[in-house]
Structure formats: C-alpha cells, structure tokens
C-alpha cells in the first residue's frame, strides 16, 4: 500500500508540474502575441507613411491617437523624422501620443533631441531594414517611467527619413501578467538577465537574476539561471529560495519559456508545499480509510474463522464429490444464516444451475450442428447453381475454361458463369456481391439467374448489364450491388465483346509471356444507382492467348503480417504460369492465395479463365475474317 500510495503522489506531482508548466508555456505564448499584435500597429504606420507622401500634422496626430488608443499597454505612439525630411524649415518633427488622456505633444520641442544618438529607439533602428524591440529603459522627457519601445524604420524611395514607434507600458504589462497569474511570483528577463518586469515592482529594470543567484545556498539555482537564459523550456527546484530579504522555506518550483518576439524570457516561482498540498490531504484520507479498512477485515476474518470450523466440512465434502463428477450432491440440513449458510444454499443453487448448463449448452451443440449442415446444405445448393463440370465442353478444341469460386464463409458472394448461346458464341460473367453470408448469397442468386435469362434472350452485354442494374434497384431498393465481368466470346475469332460493371479489370496472357491489364470499365457498379447506361467494349484473344478474370479477393488478400497480395504479385504469379492452361492457372491461383493467408480466406475468392487454341483450318477463316458487330 506504502509503495502504491508513493507512486500514485510521484505521477500526481509529475502531472501537477507538467501542468503548470503548459499554463506558463501558454502565458508567454499570450505574451508573445500580444507584443506582436502592438509591434503590427507600428508597422501599420510605417505601411501608411510609405502610401502617403506627405500627411498633414493633423493626420498624423490623428492616427497617432487612433494607435495609442488601442490597448492600455500602450503608453504612447510617435513618429520621429529625420532632419529637415519632414519640413525642409524645421529641422526635426516627431508627433507624439501619450498617456490615458491622450495628450499630444512634439517630442523635439518639449522632451529632447532624438538625433544626438542618446535615445536607443532612434539610434539603433537607423539605416535598419526591420522594426525590432529595444531594450526596457526608464524615459525621461516624455514618458518618465519604465518602458520599452517598439520602432519601425521609415522609407520613402529607398531613403530612410525616420521612425514609428509603439512604447509599451512595462508597468501595465506586470499588472495584467499578476492578474492571470492570481498574485503568483514571475519575472521577465532579458537575454542577459536583467528584470524588465517582476512580481517585486521595484526590482525592474534595477536588478538582475545574477544578484538573485548570489544569494542562494542551493547551487541548483546556478544552473537553473544558465537554462533561463539559454532560452530553453523547461522547470528546476530550489530548496531555500531567496529573493530580496525573502525566504520561501521547502522547495520551490521554477518554471521557465522564452518569449520569442522579443528574446525575454518569462519564469515564475512557485511553492511546492502550496501546490501539492490538496494532494497531501487527499492522501492522509486515502491513508486513513485504507488503515480502517484492514483493521475491520482483521476483525470480522476472527470474529468469522470461530464459526467456520464446523459447517465447512459439508462444503469441503460436496465440493470433493463435485469434483468426482457427482452432480446430484446436495448439503443437507441448512441451519445457519451466516455467510456460510449463504454459501451452502448458493451452492446447491449452483449444482442445479449448472445442471441446467449442461442441458443447455447440449442443445445448443445440437442446434450448433444442425445449423453447420443447414450451411452445408446451403453452399452445396450454391455449388449447384455454378457450372460445376469440368472441362465444360470437352467436343470444342478450339478453346479451353476453367472457373473456380471459393467461399470464405459458408457462402459466397461472387459466382461465375458460362453458356453457350449458340455454336459459336459463348457468354461468360464472372460478379462480386457487396457483403458476405447469406445475404449477400441470395443476392449472388438472383442477380445470376436474371443475368442468365437475359444473355439468353441475345441481347448485347451493355443491355444485359442496364437492365439487370434496373431490376436489382427495383427488388432490393438499393441495399445491394454488384460488379459484373460480362462478354461474349466468338470461339472462332477469338474477338470477345464485353461490359465492365464497375469489376477488377482482367489480365491477358500472350504467348510470349508477358502480361497486360485490359477490359477497363465501360459502366458503374450494377444495383447502386437508377438509370445507369454501359456501353460495349471489344477485345481480341489471339490463338495461345489466355483472358484471366478475378474478384477482389484476389488482389486485397492480406497476409497474417498485413501485407496485400496486390497488382505486383498478381503478375509475378501470371508470368510464372503465362504457358500454363486454364485449370492450372486457376486452381495454382488457389492455392497461392490460401498459402499467403495461411489457409484463411478472409474475402471471397473466384477465377476464370479462357485460353484460346488453333481451330484447325476453320478456326484460320475465323481469325482471317472478322465478324461484323
């Protein structure tokens, strides 16, 4: 229990500091964006005066006023030009907006010259190309407290001919970072460590973390101050914590992230002991329910084990008998209420439940196995639906099939089909139904015997395909589809006549045993949508040619490691077996998949195939004249 409780505390202090470091990451990222936003509006300025040639005072005022105006971070906004740029008769110009009030004033006139290289915000921004942050000052003249300044390089023609200015409230920035924090203690550092804002107000910009770090006794501390101002994220302990005459006794926690616009760096100090002590106080509860807890079982396992002896001799005995397989056992003469009274008459309960386990789970075997032949009786009845002799024709030389159709289940969705229509035409259709079982095998029925009939009747694959399309919506509402393989195969000419219901196209393997894909789709998938129109689409088997067609359970078979058989190894197999007949194709088809499967077909599977042979000297008319259409 000791171990479990101290692990559970440990996460709970892990997650705590995780917490509060997110919470400080998230602070300085507000932080960042706020400063970014007021870093926008000089650059807006400095937008402005590139589009404006030369505005008047007023304009400029006005805008100024507009800038200042925007957040109380803001104390001022200010433009400042270069001599004799604004005014060929004055020398210097710098409009500026300051305090709640708004007051306006000429920073050249009233506080000082800008020009004499004194004023960072000036100085460091000319011949620049970017605005940047100066470095947190005291500004004396115009604003006369602790701020820091955003400038902006002003350009007109490719000459520098001043700056725009957004001066930030140093002040008003550690009041408003104090209020999300709840009073918590923080600081902001530059990159060298001196404090441009700080939960002592007095510290800023009058001291630095390196005056803080000589104070302390822990030499983490030393080490933390490298981590801040490396610009790292992250938190360190300090035991003792000492900051201007203060001691925060126990460990404090400092957590540190940079705040990138302006390479400063926030921090905030916060006290472990203060922090984990909802934790501590759920765990002194924790503790003592626990201890309760084992004191009352101590109790109630003496208190019990006195009144055990005698009545756990008969459950000794029934179970022994239990055990021998005697299921008629029964304790006899229950006279105790107590637990294990209870647990006598539960266990008589328990034989006769069991007993009627038995019958049960009996007649479900029962039931089991006579479901198992009714699924038999169903795939044989499948099986008897699909050309099931082969070869098929054995009197026609001229060409050779074969047809495989393996169920992954008791039933399949695909099934093939061949007939002939007359001596010298041959339909064949090979389809997969959407789903498995027995749905989508009664499916698989109806759409073959309404495909059957209507090749019967001579009409054109494409027509077959419409109106099969029409009565699957019409019976099944939508709620099952099919992709169809259907053609016609003039056995003389080899020239087959096809429409392509949305099926894997098929293979054709020459003679010289290379393997191309054909047979693309001429139509969308049969059942899914109303009025579908397919179109008719030729190709010509050559004497020694072979047509491969296959349902997706061909390609997306997957491997116990996940890997699909796919299109690559479709034609590695094909290639090996381009000289091979049509029943070697298929059946060897079968195989490699049930072997790369590892004997579990998790998709249907069916194959057909159609080689064509020479015909003798009238399968060579044939192949010199074409058929018409």
């Not at 000289?579 to 195989?591: D, L, P, T, Y």
Request: glycine share 8%.
């Amino acid at each position: 229990m000791g171990v479990t409780l101290k692990r559970v505390y440990d996460s709970a202090v892990t997650s705590l500091q995780e917490q509060r470091l997110m919470e400080v990451t998230l602070l300085a990222l507000a932080i960042d964006n706020e400063l970014i936003s007021l870093a926008r509006i000089a650059e807006d300025t400095a937008a402005f005066m590139r589009v404006r040639a030369t505005p008047q005072p007023d304009e400029l005022y006005a805008l100024l006023r507009e800038n200042a105006n925007r957040t109380p971070l803001i104390y001022g906004a200010g433009i400042a030009f270069e001599p004799y740029i604004y005014d060929s008769e004055t020398r210097l110009f710098a409009p500026y907006v300051y305090d709640e009030d708004l007051k306006a004033i000429d920073i050249s006139v009233v506080a000082y010259d800008y020009t004499t290289g004194e004023w960072p915000w000036y100085s460091e921004i000319l011949g620049s190309r970017e605005g940047k942050w100066i470095d947190p000052y005291f500004d004396t003249g115009a604003g006369n407290l602790e701020m820091t300044t955003y400038s902006v390089p002003l350009y007109r023609d490719d000459s520098f001919i001043g700056v725009a200015t957004i001066d930030l409230r140093l002040d008003e920035l550690s009041r408003e970072i104090s209020d999300v924090l709840n009073g918590q203690r923080f600081m902001i550092l530059t990159g060298d460590g001196t404090f441009v804002s700080h939960y002592l107000p007095e510290l800023a910009l009058n001291s630095d973390i390196h005056e803080s770090a000589s104070m302390q006794t822990d030499s983490n501390f030393s080490r933390i101050v490298d981590e801040i101002l490396s610009g790292d994220t992250g938190m360190g302990i300090v035991e003792d914590l000492f900051i201007n005459d203060e001691l925060l006794p126990g460990n404090s926690w400092i957590l540190y992230t940079p705040i990138k616009s302006t390479g400063w760096l926030l921090a905030t100090i916060q006290s472990e002991t203060a922090l984990t002590q909802p934790l501590r106080d759920q765990l002194e509860i924790a503790i003592g329910g626990l201890s309760l807890t084992i004191v009352l079982i101590f109790i109630l396992v003496w208190i019990s084990s006195s009144r055990m002896t005698q009545p756990i001799k008969k459950l000794e005995a029934a179970v022994s008998d239990v055990a021998r397989g005697k299921l008629d056992t029964h304790i006899e003469n229950i006279r105790s209420r107590d637990e294990l009274g209870r647990l006598s008459i539960g266990f008589n309960r328990m034989l006769r439940n069991l007993k009627k386990q038995i019958d049960l789970q009996s007649q479900q075997e029962a039931s089991q196995r006579m479901q198992e032949r009714e699924w038999q009786m169903a795939r044989e009845t499948q099986k008897s639906l699909l050309p099931n002799v082969f070869p098929p024709f054995p009197d026609r030389h001229e060409f050779e099939l074969h047809a495989v159709n393996q169920a992954a289940h008791h039933v399949a969705g695909d099934f093939f089909d061949f007939f002939l229509i007359n001596p010298k035409t041959l339909v064949f259709v090979i389809a997969d139904v959407s789903g498995k079982g027995m749905s989508a095998a009664l499916v698989m029925a109806v759409t073959r015997t309404i495909v059957r009939n209507l090749a019967q009747s001579g009409k054109s694959p494409a027509d077959i395909l419409r109106e099969t399309n029409d009565r699957l919506r019409e019976s099944h509402k939508g709620a099952a589809f099919v992709t169809i393989f259907l053609g016609t195969y003039h056995t003389g000419s080899g020239r087959i006549l096809y429409a392509n219901g949305g099926h894997t196209p098929p293979y054709i393997l020459e003679r010289n045993g290379k393997i191309r894909e054909t047979g693309e789709a001429t139509g969308t998938i049969v059942g899914m949508l109303e009025h579908q129109e397919y179109r008719n689409a030729e190709l010509r088997l050559q004497v020694g040619e072979t047509l491969f067609l296959y349902t997706d359970g061909f390609p997306e078979a997957r491997s116990p490691g996940g890997d699909f058989y796919g299109s690559t190894r479709i034609r590695q197999f094909l290639e090996n077996h381009s000289g091979s007949s049509a029943s070697v194709i298929c059946e060897s088809a079968v195989r490699e998949i049930c072997r790369f499967q590892n004997q579990h077909l998790a998709d249907d599977i069916t194959f057909l195939a159609i080689k064509r042979h020479p015909a003798g000297l009238g399968g060579l008319i044939s192949d010199l004249v074409k058929p018409r259409s």
